[in-house]
């Protein structure tokens, strides 16, 4: 069963930067296509950023020119540098893994804060 614990949330003032890490056990971690999504309370969870196996990235568009996630392979590990950050960015961020056939299968951490506030 695979684990996925994330790190590096917090307070943050308009303006400011987050790194965001997500370090997961088990064997899932190099074929999986890795994500970052976000979920503030009444609303549904949305995709922020995602990368496949290969490097290749994806954003939506609120992330497109001041997030930027990437995974390390050899630890296991994806991260997302939040910079520019604004208080529309406030919300807990889960790291998501996908796997197995067409990956359909979902692996989720925790989830960790993100305020920014001033």
């Known amino acids: 069963q695979a684990r996925l614990v994330e790190s590096g949330g917090g307070l943050v003032q308009p303006g400011g930067s987050l790194r965001l890490s997500c370090v997961v056990s088990?064997?899932?971690?190099?074929?999986?296509?890795m994500g970052w999504y976000r979920q503030n309370p009444g609303k549904q969870r949305e995709l922020v950023a995602s990368i496949a196996s290969d490097g290749r990235s994806e954003y939506a568009d609120s992330a497109k020119g001041r997030f930027t996630i990437s995974r390390d392979n050899a630890k296991n590990t994806v991260f997302l540098q939040m910079n520019s950050l604004k208080p529309e960015d406030t919300a807990v961020y889960y790291c998501?893994?996908?796997?197995?056939?067409?990956?359909?299968?979902?692996?989720w951490g925790q989830g960790t804060q993100v305020t920014v506030s001033s």
């Open positions: 088990g064997s899932i971690f190099r074929r999986a296509i």
């Open positions: 998501n893994a996908k796997t197995g056939l067409a990956f359909g299968n979902d692996h």
